[in-house]
């Protein structure tokens, strides 16, 4: 956790009974705000002010300031921190976020803006009057997609619903049709992401996500550390992840890796030779041990339904602290 200041200059949709909807920031930036802060910014917002008698809600703008190693105190506050991991600021798991969601409103997404769900059957019709066709609902959640708010430089975005507010994609990055990016996660590099990256997972440089992977937020380590993938990983078709990956590996298609998966450890050959000459069974170990290990493929044994762990490219397995797993 890294302590600092950021502020932003927003337009804010607020219901007539004083309830933040939403929290538009163009431009957020790290540090103190400056005094008077952002003078063009806001004269170019405050032309947007407004009140939407069909949504029951106006605009306005607002001003916000934000210690980033507490906890968000407002609906504000809580955009702005999103903000900044969608606009590169910050990367996940590097602001503090715990609480945000009860700073952040239900709201119903539409093509003519976000309402709120309290009598929304009311507000559809007084819409439709409005529109003269019927109101197109994108969703009703607390976490709007990113590309209502922020499109990253130098990204590919094949459905914007699919990749919530907060999220961080890195220059490079592609993100398929079927592929969910969550709030505090995603890409530090180029990469592919064709599967399902849950909220604080990290996705390394050159690595891919296949499509139908899966992520899952944390892991059973020391206080439930954040799954991450290294560089250069492949994660297979439809396969899923729960534990985290250093550099260069790859989950075969369909294996489920969970902390508690027994992973056989292998050398090259699939055997490990015996003093007397003979092969002897390989070492099991929970997948837990070789958390953060690089070099490794982690394959299901097609002929006897085994998981094991196979060294890449010539390379030992290595842990995170250099050393090679005990056989």
Known sequence: ?????????????????GRTLDVWYPDPHLGPMPDGGDPKLLDQLSTLERKDEARNVHTQVVRCTADLEDQPSSTADAYLRLHLLSHRLVKP?????????????NVVWTSAGPCSPENFEETRFRL??????????????????????????GVRIADGARVRLGAHLAEGTTVAHAAIINSNAGTLGRSLIEGRVAQGVTVGEDSDVGGGASTMGTWAGAGREKVSIGRR???????????????????????????????????????????????????????????????????????????????????????????????
Not at 98 to 103: H, K, Q
């Open 1 to 17: 956790m890294t302590s600092f200041l950021a502020w932003g200059i927003g337009l804010a949709t607020v219901t007539e009974s």
């Open 93 to 105: 798991n590097t602001i503090n976020l715990d609480g945000i969601v009860s700073r952040l409103p």
């Open 128 to 153: 439709r009057a409005r529109l003269g066709h019927p109101l197109a609902v994108h969703g009703v959640d607390k976490f709007p997609p990113m590309v209502n708010y922020v499109i990253p430089a």
């Open 233 to 327: 990983c492949l994660l297979g078709a439809n396969s899923g992840l729960a534990i985290p990956l250093g550099d260069d590996c790859v989950v075969e298609s369909g294996l489920y890796l969970t902390a508690a998966t027994q992973v056989a450890l292998m050398t090259t050959g699939g055997v490990v030779p015996g003093s007397s000459g003979r092969f002897i069974d390989p070492p099991i170990v929970p997948a837990r041990d070789l958390a953060g290990a690089s070099n490794v493929l982690f394959r299901r044994n097609s002929q006897n339904g085994r998981v094991e762990a196979l060294a890449r490219a010539g390379k030992p397995i290595t842990l995170p602290d250099g050393t090679t797993p005990s056989r």
